[in-house]
């Protein structure tokens, strides 16, 4: 059995937090408890034995797939017989299990695998060590003019240590608390006790709600938050243009069949907007992975709609892993970055991308999770073709008697209904094709508001009276995308010879994008056949895109899942292979 262990190295938790929100999951699945715990091994996550309201620290050193056996180490207590309860933390979650084993030499124990795991979501927004610069003041009798340490931040929360003697009770209202960084910067707080509990070294720690009071300290907190939470990836805008060299460097402007020379003309555009993006984070986060030698990698994520965040223009250099002080360390972070900023904002309740599946770590990340999310019926994979199409180039279309124009009230109408008959309902919410959001006016302001263009026009072919299809055009500021995603055209039938209109819808949505400045427009074809009825040539006929989307509160489990597909080991689910 090895040295005996002292039970006194257990220490009792205090005042148990207050969770203020929290979503639950029983995982049953033999395979995904493999997954979740090899992730867990791989990552060095921590992890706690626990009996009742004592604690003890444990770390998961191995699993071996093949025997389903759990080892571990750092045990500074006797586990006996008995069925223990133990903590694993993955990204921002607790995963909960019992087990029961036997120690194998002093300090470890070996254990099978669990049959259930409970996971545990306590907080809406991750927590991050606080700077160790910051120095917090609150504005309490007695304790004015000392200084307290922050433990660690949130966007919406804080820790902090107390000192000896002091305590706070959950509830009170704390205002203004003072910040002051190592800058210089002085930012104030308002402050809610929300739980008291007990540090391992003896202190009591308080955790707080904390909200800005100005809109200055709202930036200010919000910067020191992103660093604390991201101390790798960068959204200044200051390396622009070593982005764009990025995208030639990692292959980025070679998907669908394009070249480097297909964008050049898009350059300018993109580094000018870049360089400001910094200060759009309201609609737009560029975020890149620097090291010594330059950029390393780059991903990006905008406002399209009212209420969704799409990631966009992924692109990563072939040696970058390198740099990488744990494999897949590069891509976990952009993705995590890019989600934390959506979540930033109140009004996030969808997160989608354009994807293209036979790209084998986009086929694991955003497929993978569709797949294992397609139980719950809350994710969608719309298939389509995104075909390039050029303004200048506009084939005579053969007469047929159409009009084109823009919708009447009752076209727009007509157009949501047939919509919401053909498409599911997070489609029309995310894409804001309701009645209510059609003309994008929300998002046009908002776009506005920071210099940016954004706007929705609806073209519809009539024969008569009668309205036959109907074109929905968008249009973004260039330089937003490379490949211009925000200049696009849906097009929806509206009678049984909806087809024969297209090629006009076509050669009207040319005219309406080159009055804009536009060299060209992508159209987004979710039906077989559309493609060839609209006259239009598919070069990139092995491409297979999807439209993905998920709601926002799955957003924290896709990061659970980016985190298992770049986790550095070889999965051992089939679908590793499908890649």
């Not at 029983?26 to 009742?52: F, H």
């Not at 694993?88 to 194998?104: I, K, N, Q, T």
């Not at 930012?187 to 739980?195: C, F, I, K, N, Q």
């Not at 439209?547 to 679908?575: C, G, K, M, N, V």
């Amino acid at each position: 059995m090895g040295a005996p262990f002292a039970r006194a190295q257990l220490r009792p938790l205090s005042e148990a937090p207050v969770l203020e929100w929290g979503i639950r999951w029983d995982v049953t699945d033999s395979e995904r408890i493999r997954i979740i715990l090899a992730t867990a091994a791989a990552m060095g996550s921590s992890a706690l034995l626990r009996r009742g309201d004592m604690a003890s620290p444990l770390r998961l050193e191995t699993l071996e797939l093949e025997g389903g056996v759990l080892h571990w180490s750092g045990l500074t207590v006797d586990p006996g017989a008995d069925a223990w309860e133990v903590e694993v933390f993955g990204h921002g979650c607790v995963y909960r299990m019992l087990l029961s084993g036997e120690p194998a030499e002093p300090g470890t124990w070996v254990t099978p695998l669990p049959r259930q795991l409970i996971q545990v979501r306590r907080r809406a927004h991750r927590r991050a060590p606080a700077p160790l610069d910051l120095s917090v003041r609150l504005p309490l009798p007695g304790w004015l003019g000392r200084e307290r340490d922050a433990v660690d931040v949130s966007l919406h929360g804080m820790a902090l240590r107390l000192g000896t003697g002091e305590r706070l009770s959950p509830g009170r209202v704390l205002q203004p608390i003072e910040l002051r960084t190592a800058a210089g910067e002085v930012l104030s707080l308002r402050g809610e006790v929300r739980h008291v509990s007990d540090r391992t070294d003896g202190e009591l720690q308080c955790g707080l709600l904390v909200t800005p009071l100005t809109a200055e300290d709202s930036e200010r907190w919000q910067a020191l938050v992103a660093r604390a939470l991201h101390p790798t990836t960068c959204t200044d805008g200051a390396r622009v243009e070593e982005q764009w060299r990025l995208f030639i460097d990692s292959g980025y402007f070679n998907l669908a069949g394009r070249s480097v020379e297909d964008f050049e003309s898009r350059r300018r555009s993109f580094i000018e907007l870049g360089r400001q993006a910094g200060s759009m984070g309201s609609v737009l986060t560029e975020v890149v992975w620097p090291s010594e030698r330059g950029l390393e990698a780059t991903l990006s994520a905008m406002k399209p709609y009212r209420s969704v965040w799409m990631v966009h223009q992924l692109a990563r250099r072939q040696d970058a892993t390198r740099f990488e002080r744990l494999k897949g360390q590069m891509l976990r972070e952009l993705y995590v970055h890019c989600v934390e900023h959506a979540q930033r904002d109140s009004g996030f309740r969808w997160f989608a991308a354009y994807i293209e599946s036979t790209v084998p770590f986009t086929y694991r990340s955003h497929v993978g999770f569709a797949e294992r999310m397609a139980a719950t019926g809350r994710t969608l994979m719309l298939p389509m073709r995104m075909i390039d199409v050029e303004c200048g180039h506009s084939p005579a279309p053969p007469s047929t008697g159409l009009e084109l124009g823009p919708a009447t009230e009752a076209e727009r109408r007509l157009l949501v209904e047939r919509i919401a008959l053909t498409r599911p309902a997070c489609y029309a919410e995310a894409l804001d094709l309701r009645l209510e959001t059609l003309d994008l006016r929300d998002v046009t302001r908002a776009w506005q508001a920071v210099g940016l263009e954004r706007e929705r026009h609806l073209l519809v072919a009539r024969e008569g009276a009668k309205p036959v299809a109907v074109a929905v055009l968008e249009s973004g500021s260039p330089g937003t995308n490379p490949f211009g995603l925000l200049d696009s055209v849906r097009v929806f039938a509206l009678s049984p010879r909806a087809r024969q209109a297209y090629p006009a819808l076509m050669d009207g949505a040319r005219r309406w994008f080159a009055q804009r400045g536009r060299d060209g427009f992508t159209f987004l074809a979710e039906e077989a056949g559309d493609v060839e009825a609209a006259g239009l040539h598919d070069a990139a006929p092995d491409a297979k895109p999807y439209l993905w989307l998920i709601p926002a509160d799955l957003a924290p489990e896709f990061l659970e899942h980016i985190h298992e597909q770049t986790a550095p080991r070889p999965l051992s689910h089939p679908q590793k292979e499908l890649s």
